[in-house]
């Protein structure tokens, strides 16, 4: 069977994009690099100390290395980010030294239409990696609010879709209230289906099934099933749900009879960050299962974040999902 990773590669390699590496001072990013070139997956751009890349030992031909700090972009990006955030204080000073930061500067070179999408955080925490894209690229036509999900694959489980799923959101929304949840729900049943293409069952968790408890938290994640229903009343989606309920047929039967979701559900959106980031770091270590992300959704080009715990197989499947959200955002723009 094809693994989740071949798929992302499979897919990114039938229509090649251009992708910004933008920590080649990383190891673990270069050894990544050199398994998407050797696999001819993407265009590389790599960011970072040119001669450093290149002592690495990598074999990284074909990448395109640029050191933003003595680029000859730097002066065009430094106007164009000036124009974008005079209204926020920015000065032409600011800007120029502010675009020779790697993740500014590879924003930028997404900005300008030189890279199709970015791949950043195993060595600068999340909120300085998606920041840039947040203040440069902004949100997507059409989308309310930017967050994040992990794809989780673990091996020898029956749960989910054959172990795979989508935890949401484990990367930046920090304390979502009922209508930032249910627009979390919403986009990642989405990313679900761009990326796997089955159709998303999502469950809403919490620590209590139908009001199986009653408080506020419990009654923000009811409430945001509820927006989410309003908003895409054709997804199978359904909450509050406790995560055996969620994913255990048994359990779900018995705590949630009349539900489809219940028992079945492959996206699991939590009620907060702390559930989140903490629940995937669970999984990922106690059932050794695969963690690619955090991927990010509705930014209006892809930029996606890593752990600063990844290792290289982490980072080429998230440079794979990037290539293919790219590919769908010019897909969507064509049509
Ligand atoms: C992502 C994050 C950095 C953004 O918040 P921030 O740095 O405080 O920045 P601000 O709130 O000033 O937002 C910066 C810009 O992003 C925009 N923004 C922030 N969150 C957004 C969201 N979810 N969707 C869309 N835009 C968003 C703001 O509107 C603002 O735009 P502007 O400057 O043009 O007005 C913040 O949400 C964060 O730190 N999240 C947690 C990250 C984390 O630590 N995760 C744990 C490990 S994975
Ligand atoms: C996603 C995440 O938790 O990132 P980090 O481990 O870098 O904080």
């Not at 499979?10 to 190891?27: F, M, N, Y």
């Not at 989780?152 to 989910?160: K, Q, R």
């Not at 799923?165 to 990367?171: A, E, K, N, Q």
Request: hydrophobic content about 45%; glycine content about 8%; overall charge negative.
């Amino acid at each position: 069977m094809t693994s989740f990773l071949e798929s992302m590669i499979a897919r990114a390699k039938a229509d090649k994009q251009t992708i910004v590496l933008a920590e080649g001072d990383d190891p673990r990013t270069l050894e990544a690099a050199e398994t998407i070139l050797a696999q001819d997956v993407a265009n590389l751009i790599i960011l970072g100390d040119v001669e450093g890349i290149k002592a690495s030992g990598r074999n990284l031909e074909g990448a395109q290395l640029i050191d933003p700090r003595t680029s000859e972009l730097a002066a065009e990006f430094a106007d164009t980010f000036y124009e974008l955030r005079k209204n926020k204080g920015m000065t032409p000073e600011k800007a120029a030294e502010t675009v020779k930061d790697v993740l500014y500067f590879g924003v930028m070179m997404v900005k300008t239409g030189r890279a199709d999408g970015m791949v950043a955080g195993a060595c600068h925490a999340t909120g300085d990696v998606l920041r840039p894209s947040l203040q440069i690229l902004k949100t997507a036509p059409g989308v309310k609010l930017v967050s994040s999900f992990f794809v989780m694959v673990a091996p020898n489980c029956e749960y989910g879709q054959d172990g795979t799923f989508l935890f949401s959101d484990c990367g930046l929304e920090i304390q979502p209230d009922a209508e930032k949840l249910a627009h979390i729900a919403v986009n990642s049943a989405r990313s679900w289906k761009n990326l796997i293409g089955t159709e998303p069952v999502v469950a809403m968790l919490s620590h209590s099934t139908y009001a199986s408890a009653k408080n506020d938290d419990q009654a923000k994640v009811a409430q945001a099933a509820a927006i989410a229903r309003e908003l895409a009343p054709e997804l199978a989606l359904d909450g509050e749900l406790q995560a055996d309920a969620a994913m255990v047929p048994s359990v779900g039967a018995s705590k949630a009879p009349d539900s489809k979701v219940a028992g079945h559900a492959n996206c699991l959106i939590f009620p907060d960050l702390d559930a989140g980031n903490i629940g995937y770091k669970l999984v990922q270590r106690l059932a050794h299962a695969e963690a690619f992300g955090p991927v990010t959704q509705g930014i209006a080009a892809p930029v996606n974040d890593l752990s600063r715990g990844c290792v290289a197989h982490d980072i080429v499947g998230v440079i794979a999902i990037t290539c293919v959200q790219a590919q769908a955002k010019k897909a969507a723009e064509a049509e």
